[in-house]
Protein backbone atom coordinates (compact mmCIF):
# COMPACT_ATOMS: atom_id res chain seq x y z
CA UNK A 1 0.00 0.00 0.00
CA UNK A 2 1.28 3.64 -1.32
CA UNK A 3 1.84 5.71 2.00
CA UNK A 4 -0.80 8.51 0.94
CA UNK A 5 -3.42 6.15 1.16
CA UNK A 6 -2.88 6.33 4.76
CA UNK A 7 -2.74 10.10 4.36
CA UNK A 8 -5.83 11.81 4.06
CA UNK A 9 -5.61 15.03 5.94
CA UNK A 10 -2.51 16.06 3.62
CA UNK A 11 -5.43 14.85 0.47
CA UNK A 12 -7.70 16.85 1.73
CA UNK A 13 -5.80 20.01 2.19
CA UNK A 14 -4.94 20.15 -1.56
CA UNK A 15 -8.67 18.97 -2.58
CA UNK A 16 -9.53 22.02 -0.45
CA UNK A 17 -6.91 24.33 -2.16
CA UNK A 18 -7.95 22.89 -6.20
CA UNK A 19 -11.27 24.07 -5.21
CA UNK A 20 -10.46 27.12 -3.87
CA UNK A 21 -7.92 27.85 -6.80
CA UNK A 22 -10.93 27.62 -9.14
CA UNK A 23 -12.71 30.17 -7.05
CA UNK A 24 -9.92 32.66 -7.38
CA UNK A 25 -9.70 32.13 -11.37
CA UNK A 26 -12.96 33.03 -12.12
CA UNK A 27 -12.67 35.77 -9.77
CA UNK A 28 -9.28 36.81 -11.19
CA UNK A 29 -11.64 37.13 -14.83
CA UNK A 30 -14.45 38.35 -13.36
CA UNK A 31 -12.09 41.06 -12.06
CA UNK A 32 -10.41 41.26 -15.33
CA UNK A 33 -13.83 41.72 -17.53
CA UNK A 34 -14.89 44.59 -15.26
CA UNK A 35 -12.54 46.90 -15.52
CA UNK A 36 -11.20 46.32 -12.14
CA UNK A 37 -8.14 45.54 -12.25
CA UNK A 38 -7.01 49.47 -11.34
CA UNK A 39 -10.06 49.76 -8.80
CA UNK A 40 -7.08 50.24 -6.04
CA UNK A 41 -4.28 52.06 -7.18
CA UNK A 42 -1.80 50.82 -5.00
CA UNK A 43 -0.81 46.83 -3.57
CA UNK A 44 -1.45 44.61 -1.83
CA UNK A 45 -3.61 47.44 -0.05
CA UNK A 46 -6.19 49.98 -1.39
CA UNK A 47 -5.62 53.44 -1.61
CA UNK A 48 -3.42 53.06 1.62
CA UNK A 49 -5.92 50.85 3.44
CA UNK A 50 -5.95 47.28 4.07
CA UNK A 51 -9.78 47.37 2.88
CA UNK A 52 -11.35 49.38 0.63
CA UNK A 53 -11.98 53.07 2.24
CA UNK A 54 -15.25 53.94 3.67
CA UNK A 55 -15.87 56.71 5.87
CA UNK A 56 -15.64 59.73 4.77
CA UNK A 57 -11.83 60.59 6.95
CA UNK A 58 -10.53 57.71 5.13
CA UNK A 59 -12.26 59.15 2.18
CA UNK A 60 -11.03 61.99 1.83
CA UNK A 61 -7.21 60.70 2.69
CA UNK A 62 -7.39 57.86 -0.07
CA UNK A 63 -8.35 61.15 -3.07
CA UNK A 64 -5.81 63.03 -0.96
CA UNK A 65 -3.24 60.46 -1.37
CA UNK A 66 -3.81 59.50 -5.01
CA UNK A 67 -6.08 62.75 -6.53
CA UNK A 68 -6.01 61.80 -10.25
CA UNK A 69 -7.74 58.29 -9.35
CA UNK A 70 -11.05 58.65 -8.43
CA UNK A 71 -12.43 56.03 -5.86
CA UNK A 72 -14.55 53.47 -7.50
CA UNK A 73 -16.08 51.37 -4.42
CA UNK A 74 -17.59 48.35 -6.56
CA UNK A 75 -14.43 48.21 -8.52
CA UNK A 76 -12.25 48.67 -5.36
CA UNK A 77 -14.21 45.19 -3.40
CA UNK A 78 -14.07 43.53 -6.96
CA UNK A 79 -10.25 43.62 -6.31
CA UNK A 80 -9.98 43.26 -3.08
CA UNK A 81 -12.41 40.43 -2.61
CA UNK A 82 -10.22 38.87 -5.05
CA UNK A 83 -6.55 39.54 -3.10
CA UNK A 84 -8.21 38.49 -0.20
CA UNK A 85 -9.24 34.89 -1.60
CA UNK A 86 -6.01 34.74 -3.62
CA UNK A 87 -3.78 35.34 -0.74
CA UNK A 88 -5.74 32.34 1.41
CA UNK A 89 -4.89 30.02 -1.43
CA UNK A 90 -1.40 31.26 -0.47
CA UNK A 91 -1.25 30.50 2.69
CA UNK A 92 -2.98 27.23 2.23
CA UNK A 93 -0.59 26.02 -0.54
CA UNK A 94 2.45 27.23 1.16
CA UNK A 95 1.14 24.80 4.66
CA UNK A 96 1.19 22.04 1.80
CA UNK A 97 4.76 22.95 0.83
CA UNK A 98 5.79 22.90 4.84
CA UNK A 99 3.45 19.77 5.57
CA UNK A 100 5.30 17.74 2.26
CA UNK A 101 9.07 18.52 3.86
CA UNK A 102 8.17 17.83 7.14
CA UNK A 103 6.67 13.82 6.72
CA UNK A 104 8.55 11.49 4.71
CA UNK A 105 6.64 9.52 1.65
CA UNK A 106 5.06 13.18 0.74
CA UNK A 107 5.70 14.54 -2.67
CA UNK A 108 8.10 16.76 -2.37
CA UNK A 109 8.64 18.10 -5.99
CA UNK A 110 5.01 19.25 -6.72
CA UNK A 111 4.62 21.11 -3.87
CA UNK A 112 7.89 23.18 -4.11
CA UNK A 113 6.51 23.91 -7.86
CA UNK A 114 3.41 25.16 -6.17
CA UNK A 115 4.95 27.59 -3.82
CA UNK A 116 7.16 29.04 -6.36
CA UNK A 117 4.57 29.38 -8.87
CA UNK A 118 2.25 31.13 -6.50
CA UNK A 119 5.35 33.64 -5.24
CA UNK A 120 5.99 34.61 -8.54
CA UNK A 121 2.16 35.17 -9.40
CA UNK A 122 1.93 37.04 -6.61
CA UNK A 123 4.41 39.35 -7.45
CA UNK A 124 2.68 39.48 -11.38
CA UNK A 125 -0.34 40.66 -9.30
CA UNK A 126 1.58 43.41 -8.01
CA UNK A 127 3.12 44.17 -11.40
CA UNK A 128 -0.29 44.22 -12.85
CA UNK A 129 -1.25 46.92 -10.54
CA UNK A 130 2.42 48.71 -10.36
CA UNK A 131 2.59 48.73 -14.62
CA UNK A 132 -0.80 49.28 -15.16
CA UNK A 133 -2.25 46.59 -16.72
CA UNK A 134 0.88 45.87 -18.93
CA UNK A 135 -0.71 42.97 -21.44
CA UNK A 136 2.05 40.61 -21.01
CA UNK A 137 2.11 40.66 -17.49
CA UNK A 138 -1.33 40.56 -16.99
CA UNK A 139 -1.24 37.38 -19.35
CA UNK A 140 1.16 35.91 -17.24
CA UNK A 141 -0.69 36.78 -14.31
CA UNK A 142 -3.26 34.24 -16.04
CA UNK A 143 -0.95 31.52 -17.07
CA UNK A 144 0.04 31.54 -13.59
CA UNK A 145 -3.08 31.16 -12.08
CA UNK A 146 -3.75 28.19 -14.47
CA UNK A 147 -0.49 27.05 -13.70
CA UNK A 148 -0.93 26.81 -9.94
CA UNK A 149 -4.84 24.99 -10.62
CA UNK A 150 -2.68 22.72 -12.94
CA UNK A 151 -0.14 22.10 -10.61
CA UNK A 152 -2.62 21.97 -7.84
CA UNK A 153 -4.57 18.81 -9.45
CA UNK A 154 -1.95 16.93 -10.18
CA UNK A 155 -0.46 17.09 -6.76
CA UNK A 156 -4.16 15.50 -5.82
CA UNK A 157 -4.06 13.24 -8.69
CA UNK A 158 -0.20 12.17 -7.19
CA UNK A 159 -1.52 11.80 -3.43
CA UNK A 160 -5.18 10.57 -3.37
CA UNK A 161 -5.70 7.11 -1.04
CA UNK A 162 -7.10 5.20 -3.78
CA UNK A 163 -5.75 5.26 -7.53
CA UNK A 164 -8.12 6.91 -9.77
CA UNK A 165 -7.52 5.10 -12.90
CA UNK A 166 -8.09 1.45 -10.43
CA UNK A 167 -11.44 1.97 -9.23
CA UNK A 168 -13.99 -1.20 -9.46
CA UNK A 169 -11.09 -3.33 -10.01
CA UNK A 170 -9.96 -1.23 -12.89
CA UNK A 171 -6.21 -1.89 -14.17
CA UNK A 172 -3.80 -0.17 -16.65
CA UNK A 173 -4.34 -0.83 -19.72
CA UNK A 174 -1.82 -3.27 -20.12
CA UNK A 175 -3.51 -5.19 -23.00
CA UNK A 176 -2.53 -2.18 -25.56
CA UNK A 177 0.88 -2.50 -26.50
CA UNK A 178 3.91 -0.31 -25.27
CA UNK A 179 4.28 1.50 -28.95
CA UNK A 180 0.60 2.24 -29.07
CA UNK A 181 0.33 3.75 -25.71
CA UNK A 182 3.76 5.96 -26.27
CA UNK A 183 2.26 7.02 -29.78
CA UNK A 184 -1.14 7.89 -27.97
CA UNK A 185 0.82 9.92 -25.22
CA UNK A 186 2.59 11.94 -27.74
CA UNK A 187 -0.57 13.23 -29.36
CA UNK A 188 -2.34 13.88 -26.06
CA UNK A 189 1.01 15.95 -24.84
CA UNK A 190 0.92 17.35 -28.28
CA UNK A 191 -2.68 18.43 -28.04
CA UNK A 192 -1.82 19.70 -24.33
CA UNK A 193 0.94 22.08 -25.42
CA UNK A 194 -1.37 23.55 -28.69
CA UNK A 195 -4.41 24.15 -25.90
CA UNK A 196 -1.86 26.20 -23.55
CA UNK A 197 -0.89 28.10 -26.35
CA UNK A 198 -4.31 29.43 -27.23
CA UNK A 199 -4.85 29.60 -23.38
CA UNK A 200 -2.22 32.30 -23.85
CA UNK A 201 -3.41 34.04 -26.96
CA UNK A 202 -6.76 34.09 -25.06
CA UNK A 203 -4.83 36.22 -22.29
CA UNK A 204 -3.26 38.17 -25.06
CA UNK A 205 -6.70 38.74 -26.67
CA UNK A 206 -8.27 39.97 -23.47
CA UNK A 207 -5.43 42.19 -22.34
CA UNK A 208 -5.59 44.42 -24.97
CA UNK A 209 -8.60 44.60 -25.18
CA UNK A 210 -9.24 42.90 -28.84
CA UNK A 211 -12.24 40.31 -27.77
CA UNK A 212 -14.79 42.30 -29.34
CA UNK A 213 -13.54 43.42 -32.54
CA UNK A 214 -14.49 40.95 -34.49
CA UNK A 215 -18.30 40.33 -34.64
CA UNK A 216 -18.68 38.33 -37.60
CA UNK A 217 -18.26 34.65 -37.83
CA UNK A 218 -16.42 32.35 -38.54
CA UNK A 219 -13.77 34.83 -39.91
CA UNK A 220 -13.26 38.40 -38.84
CA UNK A 221 -15.09 41.29 -41.41
CA UNK A 222 -13.38 43.48 -43.46
CA UNK A 223 -9.90 42.98 -45.09
CA UNK A 224 -8.12 41.19 -41.97
CA UNK A 225 -5.27 39.58 -44.26
CA UNK A 226 -4.21 41.76 -45.48
CA UNK A 227 -4.37 44.83 -42.55
CA UNK A 228 -2.78 41.42 -40.28
CA UNK A 229 -0.02 43.69 -38.05
CA UNK A 230 3.02 41.42 -36.77
CA UNK A 231 3.45 43.97 -34.67
CA UNK A 232 0.40 43.03 -32.66
CA UNK A 233 2.21 40.07 -30.78
CA UNK A 234 5.27 42.06 -29.45
CA UNK A 235 4.96 41.39 -25.89
CA UNK A 236 7.16 44.36 -25.18
CA UNK A 237 4.73 47.44 -25.86
CA UNK A 238 5.99 51.00 -25.77
CA UNK A 239 5.66 52.60 -22.66
CA UNK A 240 2.37 54.23 -21.78
CA UNK A 241 1.07 55.72 -18.72
CA UNK A 242 -1.96 53.17 -18.09
CA UNK A 243 -2.69 50.32 -20.39
CA UNK A 244 -5.86 50.52 -19.57
CA UNK A 245 -8.78 49.68 -22.07
CA UNK A 246 -6.04 48.79 -24.58
CA UNK A 247 -3.28 51.01 -26.43
CA UNK A 248 -3.29 49.19 -29.67
CA UNK A 249 -4.73 50.50 -33.16
CA UNK A 250 -7.55 48.16 -34.49
CA UNK A 251 -5.12 46.70 -37.13
CA UNK A 252 -3.84 45.12 -34.92
CA UNK A 253 -6.69 43.93 -32.36
CA UNK A 254 -8.22 42.40 -35.34
CA UNK A 255 -4.81 40.72 -36.02
CA UNK A 256 -5.01 39.21 -32.36
CA UNK A 257 -8.44 38.31 -32.97
CA UNK A 258 -7.87 36.52 -35.62
CA UNK A 259 -4.86 34.48 -34.03
CA UNK A 260 -6.71 33.57 -31.63
CA UNK A 261 -9.60 32.05 -33.47
CA UNK A 262 -7.21 30.28 -36.00
CA UNK A 263 -5.67 29.02 -32.91
CA UNK A 264 -9.13 28.11 -31.81
CA UNK A 265 -9.70 26.17 -34.66
CA UNK A 266 -6.27 23.74 -34.37
CA UNK A 267 -6.97 23.22 -30.73
CA UNK A 268 -10.04 21.96 -31.60
CA UNK A 269 -9.18 19.61 -34.15
CA UNK A 270 -6.10 18.18 -32.02
CA UNK A 271 -8.19 17.66 -29.67
CA UNK A 272 -11.01 16.06 -31.28
CA UNK A 273 -8.09 13.62 -32.76
CA UNK A 274 -7.30 12.56 -29.35
CA UNK A 275 -10.62 11.95 -28.47
CA UNK A 276 -11.51 9.65 -31.04
CA UNK A 277 -8.06 7.86 -30.65
CA UNK A 278 -9.31 7.65 -26.97
CA UNK A 279 -12.69 6.61 -27.69
CA UNK A 280 -11.58 3.48 -30.07
CA UNK A 281 -10.05 2.21 -26.49
CA UNK A 282 -12.98 1.06 -24.61
CA UNK A 283 -10.90 1.16 -21.39
CA UNK A 284 -10.13 5.30 -22.26
CA UNK A 285 -13.88 6.24 -23.41
CA UNK A 286 -14.22 8.73 -20.08
CA UNK A 287 -11.22 10.97 -21.01
CA UNK A 288 -12.64 10.81 -24.52
CA UNK A 289 -16.11 12.08 -23.29
CA UNK A 290 -14.99 14.94 -20.89
CA UNK A 291 -12.66 16.45 -23.74
CA UNK A 292 -15.71 16.28 -26.37
CA UNK A 293 -17.87 17.72 -23.28
CA UNK A 294 -15.75 20.70 -22.40
CA UNK A 295 -14.34 21.55 -25.79
CA UNK A 296 -17.85 21.61 -27.29
CA UNK A 297 -19.12 23.97 -24.41
CA UNK A 298 -15.68 26.04 -24.74
CA UNK A 299 -16.53 26.38 -28.49
CA UNK A 300 -20.60 27.63 -27.89
CA UNK A 301 -19.29 30.10 -25.13
CA UNK A 302 -16.61 31.45 -27.74
CA UNK A 303 -19.27 31.61 -30.37
CA UNK A 304 -21.92 32.98 -28.12
CA UNK A 305 -19.00 35.57 -26.73
CA UNK A 306 -18.78 36.72 -30.44
CA UNK A 307 -22.26 37.10 -31.29
CA UNK A 308 -23.58 38.70 -28.03
CA UNK A 309 -20.51 40.78 -27.29
CA UNK A 310 -19.06 39.79 -24.61
CA UNK A 311 -21.85 39.39 -21.81
CA UNK A 312 -20.12 38.93 -18.96
CA UNK A 313 -21.41 36.13 -17.35
CA UNK A 314 -20.26 34.33 -20.46
CA UNK A 315 -17.13 35.35 -20.48
CA UNK A 316 -16.55 33.99 -17.32
CA UNK A 317 -17.22 30.77 -17.96
CA UNK A 318 -15.36 30.67 -21.11
CA UNK A 319 -12.29 31.26 -19.22
CA UNK A 320 -13.20 28.64 -16.64
CA UNK A 321 -14.49 25.94 -19.01
CA UNK A 322 -10.71 26.75 -20.49
CA UNK A 323 -9.33 25.85 -17.63
CA UNK A 324 -11.98 22.94 -17.20
CA UNK A 325 -10.27 21.32 -20.61
CA UNK A 326 -6.90 22.23 -19.86
CA UNK A 327 -7.24 19.84 -16.43
CA UNK A 328 -8.86 17.18 -18.63
CA UNK A 329 -5.97 17.20 -20.60
CA UNK A 330 -3.82 17.04 -17.78
CA UNK A 331 -5.63 14.18 -16.30
CA UNK A 332 -5.31 12.29 -19.25
CA UNK A 333 -1.78 12.49 -19.95
CA UNK A 334 -0.94 11.58 -16.39
CA UNK A 335 -3.05 8.66 -17.30
CA UNK A 336 -1.26 7.59 -20.57
CA UNK A 337 1.84 8.25 -18.66
CA UNK A 338 1.14 6.42 -15.52
CA UNK A 339 0.01 3.37 -18.56
CA UNK A 340 3.46 3.59 -20.66
CA UNK A 341 5.03 2.73 -17.70
CA UNK A 342 3.54 0.18 -16.24
CA UNK A 343 2.98 -1.45 -19.28
CA UNK A 344 7.03 -0.86 -20.60
CA UNK A 345 7.39 -2.01 -16.62
CA UNK A 346 5.09 -5.30 -17.22
CA UNK A 347 6.92 -6.17 -20.49
CA UNK A 348 10.56 -5.56 -18.94
CA UNK A 349 9.22 -8.21 -16.11
CA UNK A 350 8.09 -10.83 -18.74
CA UNK A 351 11.37 -10.73 -20.80
CA UNK A 352 13.45 -11.34 -17.40
CA UNK A 353 10.80 -14.40 -16.65
CA UNK A 354 11.36 -15.88 -19.76
CA UNK A 355 15.38 -15.17 -19.50
CA UNK A 356 15.56 -16.52 -16.08
CA UNK A 357 12.96 -18.70 -17.03
Known sequence: MH??????????????????????????????????????PDWP????????????AELQTAQAAYPETPIEPIKAWNEMIHRYIAGSLGLLILAIA????CREGR??????????????????????????????????????????????WLLRLRIQPKPLFYHHGFTPNLSLS??????????AIAALLIVIGQIALGGWTAANYAAVVCTQLPICE?????????????????????????????????????????????????????????????PLRC??????????L????GVINVVASLPLSVAVTHNLVGLLLLIALVTTCYRLVCDCRCSLEMKYFASESSTHG
Open 45 to 56: GCYGFLSVPQTQ
Open 107 to 152: PKLLPSLLLMAVCFQALLGMWTVTMQLMPVVVMGHLLGGFTTVSLL
Open 222 to 282: GDWQGDFQASAFELIQPPHSSYEYGVLDYAQRVSIHVAHRIGAMIASVSVLMLAVLLWLKP
Open 178 to 187: PKYLISLRTL
Open 298 to 301: QVTL
Open 98 to 101: VMAW
Open 287 to 296: YSLWLIAFLS
Open 3 to 40: KTQKDKPFYFLVTGAFILSLFVVGLGAYTRLTDAGLGC
